[in-house]
Nanobody, 115 residues
Framework: QVQLVESGGGLVQAGGSLRLSCAASGSISRFNTMGWYRQAPGKQRESVAVISSGGTITSPDAVKGRFTISRDNAKNTLYLQMNSLKPEDTAVYYC?????????WGQGTQVTVSS
């Protein structure tokens, strides 16, 4: 089993920054692929950034240049640094892990960006 616990969400003004963290525990490996997804009210869950075990990063154009994903394998922690936040970034942000057999999700953390 894998447990993922997110933290760092909150309310911020447009143009501000937040740093999300995801603490992973259980049957995890530095070879796992991890990432961040988000879901806004009335919308489908979408990928924000994914990082492979080798450090390859994929992210949509909507967040490139503003969001940075990183991982600390020694601490089993995933991060998402979010800068220049916009009201459209408002969503619940979820931590995700793929271990080659199945995926796991955290409980989510709310990010609200006011205009």
């Amino acid at each position: 089993q894998v447990q993922l616990v997110e933290s760092g969400g909150g309310l911020v003004q447009a143009g501000g920054s937040l740093r999300l963290s995801c603490a992973a525990s259980g049957s995890i490996s530095r070879f796992n692929t991890m990432g961040w997804y988000r879901q806004a009210p009335g919308k489908q869950r979408e990928s924000v950034a994914v990082i492979s075990s080798g450090g390859t990063i994929t992210s949509p154009d909507a967040v490139k240049g503003r969001f940075t994903i990183s991982r600390d394998n020694a601490k089993n922690t995933l991060y998402l640094q979010m800068n220049s936040l916009k009201p459209e970034d408002t969503a619940v942000y979820y931590c995700w892990l793929w271990n080659g057999g199945r995926d796991y999700w955290g409980q989510g953390t709310q990010v609200t960006v006011s205009s």
